[in-house]
């Protein structure tokens, strides 16, 4: 079947659609999985990348974020450097439910970079090639990657992505996520799908996901048809809209101000529910800001985001909104 009714999978996993909610840290949490859930087309969902080090100090942040209910199919991100630990680690998220457990070789915060972690990764491949070893060798569900086209431009030019690529299907991962920008590049610039191409055209034994820059229904089609890519990831465009997902599996699919007062509704009561209160507040505040976009009243309520401190009242000013 054509793209997006086709499918993939991740080891036995099957994913379809073939659409996954990118990891964004501190926004992917289990309120946001959820409710992009319910509003439909995503065929798999990753946890915000979790720490290794927090998690095996049993840090109740990084315990909390592995929670996950009715997620099916749902893998946990780790970002960290350390073999021993990202293996213990891999196993306490297999321990928790997760179908497949990720590594972290993108992320350009310097405080993931310092301690070798996330896209520094990118920089010893040696490093590298030890974090997925052991983390394969510890648990029995699938090890997938998630990494950037390289530290800088000088190796993204010099494709040492290639033999990152090479060492991934010798080890074992069993799925590589591309988000074809540098280090360097931060998220300047556009995504470099060329490289996702490239990486289809290796014909390695596990499946590319296509990551960046995919903000409209017909941008995924894109990305498949010039790539060949099996899957795409979407992250900040489902954050604008949570319906994409949907409209690039519904092509058509108008949506409503109704509709966007209703999601945003019920995505602020998940957070309620699954958070405590000033955590759902913190949340409500910032990721409200995205949500309320393009709807009549939206740019008020923006403006009033930072004097509320009660989210309850929040949830009543959206409700309000209806009747703009
Ligand atoms: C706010 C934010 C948080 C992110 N957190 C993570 C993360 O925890 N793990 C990860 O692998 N990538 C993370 N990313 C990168 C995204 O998953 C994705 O690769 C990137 O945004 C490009 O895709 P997009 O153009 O669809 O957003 C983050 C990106 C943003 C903007």
């Not at 859930?37 to 049993?58: K, P, Q």
Request: proline fraction near 4%; charge should be neutral.
């Amino acid at each position: 079947m054509a793209f997006p009714n086709s499918s993939f999978q991740i080891g036995s996993i099957v994913v379809q659609p073939p659409l996954i909610m990118a990891p964004l840290h501190e926004i992917t949490d289990q309120p946001f999985r959820r409710m992009i859930r319910e509003v439909g087309g995503v065929g798999l969902t990753v946890s915000e990348m979790i720490s290794s080090e927090a998690l095996v100090r049993h840090a109740r942040k990084a315990e909390r974020m592995m929670a996950s209910e009715g997620e099916r199919p749902y893998a946990m991100q780790l970002a960290g450097s350390d073999p021993e630990h990202l293996a213990e680690c891999a196993v306490m998220c297999e321990t928790a439910g997760a179908d497949m457990v990720d590594l972290n070789m993108g992320c350009p915060a310097s405080n993931v970079t310092k301690g070798g972690a996330g896209s520094a990764l990118l920089r010893d491949i040696r490093l590298a090639e030890r974090c997925v070893t052991a983390m394969v060798k510890a648990v029995k569900i699938p090890v997938t990657v998630k990494m950037r086209a390289g530290w800088d431009a000088s190796q993204a030019e010099r494709e040492t992505y290639r033999d990152f690529l090479k060492m991934f299907q010798h080890v074992g991962v069993q799925g590589l996520a591309i988000h074809p920008r540098t280090r360097a590049q931060q998220y300047e610039g556009h995504a470099d799908w060329s490289l996702i191409a490239r990486a289809v055209d290796a014909g390695m034994s596990f499946p590319i996901i296509g990551n960046g820059d995919v903000v409209e229904a017909a941008d995924a089609q894109r990305m498949v048809q010039e790539t060949g890519c099996q899957g795409v990831m979407i992250g900040r465009g489902a954050l604008y809209n949570p319906f994409l997902f949907r409209q690039i599996m519904e092509p058509g699919l108008v949506v409503t101000a109704e509709m966007r007062i209703d999601i945003t509704l019920r995505f602020f009561r998940l957070l309620l529910e699954l958070l405590e209160e000033r955590e759902a507040l913190h949340k409500i505040k910032k990721i409200g800001a995205w949500f309320t976009k393009g709807i009549a009243g939206g740019a008020k309520f923006r403006q009033r985001l930072n004097e509320r401190n009660d989210p309850h009242e929040l949830i009543r000013e959206i409700e309000a909104l209806r009747d703009f």
